[in-house]
T-cell receptor, first 108, second 110 residues
């Protein structure tokens, strides 16, 4: 079992739909990262959170430390949201262990 | 520059050749990380520098890979005797505390 599991692996949505991407991890952590990667592009950090909820525009990230689970939500999805969304947790200091990513495609 | 930069953006090399990949971190960031991302997978940790020293190199796959950061700023990842399995996107990030990623170098070994 991977240390960081994401679901779904692939997700196709219609423009305007509410989207949820899930991340589960198997060890205790100090914080969890949500990252976005566009095709051919680098990785952009969306959120780093250690408890509760954070919101930035149409993106919301939540984390439940006891259940070792985090979700990334996108409200009113748009085709420009199409990307790979990756969750990552720090291990042995600050090096990140990444999930395999969720490939999101939003159709207009 | 404002962000992490990596050069080259793309590198095609023949099996057995030596390559160097460069990372310029955000000015003032003391920590620097190298990750490797194979197609369809999440990135995997290679090595982490705190200042000039490699604080953790446990992710380097074998002794063909090594990295330096002689002045605590720019870092170079060096791969000797490249193999086709080394083909991947090599990502660099700097921090603290949140990690800021560069655009990556896509390495293709033919």
């Amino acid at each position: 079992k991977n240390e960081v599991e994401q679901s779904p692996q692939n997700l196709t949505a219609q423009e305007g739909e509410f989207i949820t991407i899930n991340c589960s991890y198997s060890v205790g952590i100090s914080a969890l990262h949500w990252l976005q990667q566009h095709p051919g592009g680098g990785i952009v950090s969306l959120f780093m959170l250690s408890s509760g909820k954070k919101k930035h525009g149409r993106l919301i990230a939540t984390i439940n430390i006891q259940e070792k689970h985090s979700s990334l939500h996108i409200t009113a999805s748009h085709p420009r949201d199409s990307a790979v969304y990756i969750c990552a947790v720090p291990r042995d200091g600050n090096k990140l262990v990444f999930g395999a990513g969720t490939i999101l495609r939003v159709k207009s | 520059g404002a962000g992490v930069s990596q050069t080259p953006s793309n590198k095609v090399t023949e099996k057995g050749k030596y390559v160097e990949l460069r990372c310029d971190p955000i000015s003032g960031h003391t920590a620097l990380y190298w990750y490797r991302q194979s197609l369809g997978q999440g990135p995997e940790f290679l090595i982490y520098f705190q200042g000039t020293g490699a604080a953790d190199d446990s992710g380097l796959p074998n002794d063909r890979f090594f990295a330096v950061r002689p002045e605590g700023s720019v870092s170079t990842l060096k791969i000797q005797r490249t193999e086709r399995g080394d083909s991947a996107v090599y990502l660099c990030a700097s921090s603290p505390p949140e990690q800021y990623f560069g655009p990556g170098t896509r390495l293709t070994v033919t």
